[in-house]
T-cell receptor, first 114, second 113 residues
Framework: KAGVTQTPRYLIKTRGQQVTLSCSPI?????VSWYQQTPGQGLQFLFE???????NKGNFPGRFSGRQFSNSRSEMNVSTLELGDSALYLC?????????????FGPGTRLTVT | SQELEQSPQSLIVQEGKNLTINCTSS?????LYWYKQKYGEGLIFLMM?????EEKSHEKITAKLDEKKQQSSLHITASQPSHAGIYLC?????????????FGKGTSLLVTP
């Protein structure tokens, strides 16, 4: 099976712009979670989608949003970008959601905000 | 919110030496996950521990969950350069609003020849 894929791998944006990141989970996986990783804060949970519904959300401002499509692919959107949004954004998929199943991570999207 | 503390923050060991990384939780652990990350890349799942006292091994890596102490340890025997990377522990963090996987800040491991 193909692994989790994320596009694009690298992105440079300017403050104030918005950005959309995409994640394709492993075939058959219905849960997709998003994380932000920075040197200072480490890996932080953004939100999780399961069957097109957001099931849980981390402690991030409303500028961060996401959605999931019927084929389980997910997108994450960040509006009004700030310098502090520069980070590695990782998505992870798991078969059924919940944490009794391990999550499989994609390679990440490196976002740089200038 | 539940916090995970990892120690040490970084580690340099000589090839062939053993090492241990610790992960301590401020709250009860329902499930503990160990991941490895190559610098700037995604996370690779290593092991999942759910029961107190549980111990799992994969090749030269062994992880234990001491639920009473709210702590897990990852032990690498006879380290090799391929073991280098960042090791992260993640925990099942449950609340009234659902759950999330909360991570420690990672332990950076360098293995020298």
């Amino acid at each position: 099976k193909a692994g989790v894929t994320q596009t694009p791998r690298y992105l440079i944006k300017t403050r104030g712009q918005q950005v959309t990141l995409s994640c394709s989970p492993i075939s058959g996986h219905r849960s997709v979670s998003w994380y932000q990783q920075t040197p200072g804060q480490g890996l932080q949970f953004l939100f999780e989608y399961f069957s097109e519904t957001q099931r849980n959300k981390g402690n991030f401002p409303g500028r961060f949003s996401g959605r999931q499509f019927s084929n389980s692919r997910s997108e994450m959107n960040v509006s009004t970008l700030e310098l502090g949004d520069s980070a590695l954004y990782l998505c992870a998929s798991s078969p059924r959601g919940g944490l009794t199943y391990e999550q499989y991570f994609g390679p990440g999207t490196r976002l740089t905000v200038t | 919110s539940q916090e995970l503390e990892q120690s040490p923050q970084s580690l340099i060991v000589q090839e062939g030496k053993n090492l241990t990384i610790n992960c301590t939780s401020s709250k009860t652990l329902y499930g503990l996950y160990w991941y490895k990350q190559k610098y700037g890349e995604g996370l690779i799942f290593l092991m999942m521990l759910q029961k107190g006292g549980e111990e799992k091994s994969h090749e030269k890596i062994t992880a234990k969950l001491d639920e009473k102490k709210q702590q897990s340890s990852l032990h690498i025997t006879a380290s090799q350069p391929s073991h280098a990377g960042i090791y992260l522990c993640g925990a099942d963090m449950r609340s009234n609003s659902g759950y999330a996987l909360n991570f420690g800040k990672g332990t950076s491991l360098l293995v020298t020849p």
